[in-house]
């Protein structure tokens, strides 16, 4: 989710109260377990400290530096060559007041949002409570790009969706590949390319004889319960939280991350998100550089086959500082699903790359995302201390299209909720276009498209609630809302595989530019997709190591 594009022509225990104030930033996103990371906020990288200079010329550009562009930055300096990662967001290298890098869920301040002067948290109330607050106006973490009929979550800062999301990291089912990416060969990618992806990501499981007994996930065990009660099946899912460090969390022999709700807006310990692995791994070669707060607006054809790329430096209330000008002999969009996808659309459209083909901006979809709470009986609590970090799901993918994840509610008090996060088999596709009079690119997703999604996750819920005698929560998305059909976590598409690129992303019409981000998979991975984004970019980067570079 890492988007460094910018496209439209414009500058850029808890107490009631805290709990009210952050609550709806929880419920989110989402083998080789590593050992304990030491106790201290970190952020593992930092970006390097001369940015890009206006006039350089560098031989490799990466635009974003979320999965695929941390991916295509290591394997190309492992290959001798010198990168430069452009990111629009900030370093998140260096402790604020609290002496943490990243806000606390419950108590959001300016690190929280990208550039809103109040939260737009996924879950806007509870108990008939509004609860968004003010903060600061400042390059933030969460990005909420409201489009059309849609809100999009999108990590901003050096790892990208890494930093923001909960981290499961779920292989598909091979069975259900084959509408995933339809023009990969499954051999390849699970025999080769998951393995690397889950390797490179440390990905490992929670430990199930520490979780069956283990106060913070009384959650997900009820979860559990009530899923099998009604026949669906209950599957421990990976996730690239450190096991280790979560075990002596609930312990309380270090300080705590995941058991203090930290999740949406950064995890300060425990979560390996890409800048304790791939980025940390890019810059040892000493071939990487990054530079934060640069946002691309153009990438143009230049002499001997290079690019031209503007570069806009930002300041922390979002204005400009500068203008940069520096000329790539190759260029990787990695901004991101709706980055790469706004940028390329702009660019066709403006007549900067009029080449690129009919494809750009089609095929994008949300991964079928839609939340929704259930209120569960007395007997059945889910616990005051809930770990932020999720590692299970009830699998209802082939006989209902749903895959929904047990989502904690970490707010210190006792809930007797359940809260889900579903990734459902939705048909739809919308597509990006220039907006000449507004200066702006333009989503035409439809609110209206989330109904398949509500269908299929009710396929799930509405069973469970029959079988407990439970009901849905209706207090947190709105007033009488059932359903959280209003966002996504999971943009995917824009720039499909095998038709706006080659087979392994390469743009037609451009020799020399590439996408190597979730923009490549056409809408849908029927599970938490960055473990594929990563193998897919482990695929791509091969070959065109093999064969451009």
Known sequence: MSGTARCDGGSGGVSRRGFLAGTGSILGAAVLSGPAI??????????????????????????????????????????????????????????????????????????????????????????????????????????????????????????????????????PKRANFGAVLPSVNPDEMYGTYYPRANAGLGVGLVNPDWFETAPCYQYARVGRKHAQRSGFPFVFVPDVYDWAYMEQEQAGTVPKSALDGEILYGNNYGKKSLQKTYIAQAKATGRVSITPLHRVTSVAPASGGTYSVTIEQLNTDGSVAATKGVTADRVFFAAGSVGTSKLLVKLKATGVLPN???????????????????????????????????????????????????????????????????????????????????????????????QPSIDMAKSIFDKINAKEGTIYRTDLFGTYKIWGDHLTYHPLGGAILNKATDNYGRLYGYPGLYVIDGALIPGNTSVNPFVTITALAERNIENIIARDL
């Open 38 to 171: 030491a106790a201290q906020p970190r952020a593992a990288v930092r970006a390097t400290a001369a940015p890009i200079g206006d006039g350089a010329r560098v031989p490799v550009l990466v635009i974003g530096t979320g999965y695929g562009g941390s991916v295509a930055a290591l394997r190309m300096a492992q290959a001798g060559v010198d990168v430069h990662m452009v990111e629009m967001g900030m370093a998140w290298d260096t402790p604020g007041a609290d002496g943490k890098i990243f806000a606390n869920t419950t108590k959001p301040d300016n690190r929280s949002f990208w550039l809103r002067t109040k939260t737009k948290q996924p879950l806007s109330n509870f108990l008939g409570f509004p609860i968004d607050k003010d903060v600061p106006k400042y390059t933030g973490i969460l990005d909420a790009e409201e489009m059309g009929g849609i809100i999009v979550y999108q990590g901003r800062g050096v790892g990208g969706g890494s930093l923001v999301n909960g981290g499961m990291a779920v292989t």
């Open 356 to 450: 690129l083909n009919g494809e750009i901006g089609q095929g994008w979809g949300d991964n079928g995302n839609v939340m929704c709470g259930r209120a569960n009986h007395l007997w059945d609590p889910t616990g005051k201390v809930q770990a932020s970090i999720p590692c299970g799901g009830i699998d209802n993918w082939d006989a209902g299209g749903a895959f929904a994840e047990v989502a904690p509610l970490p707010t210190g008090i006792e809930t007797y909720a359940s809260f889900y996060l579903s990734i459902t088999k939705n048909p739809h596709r919308a597509q990006f276009s220039w907006n000449a009079a507004a200066n702006r690119v333009d989503l035409n997703w439809q609110t209206a498209w989330k």
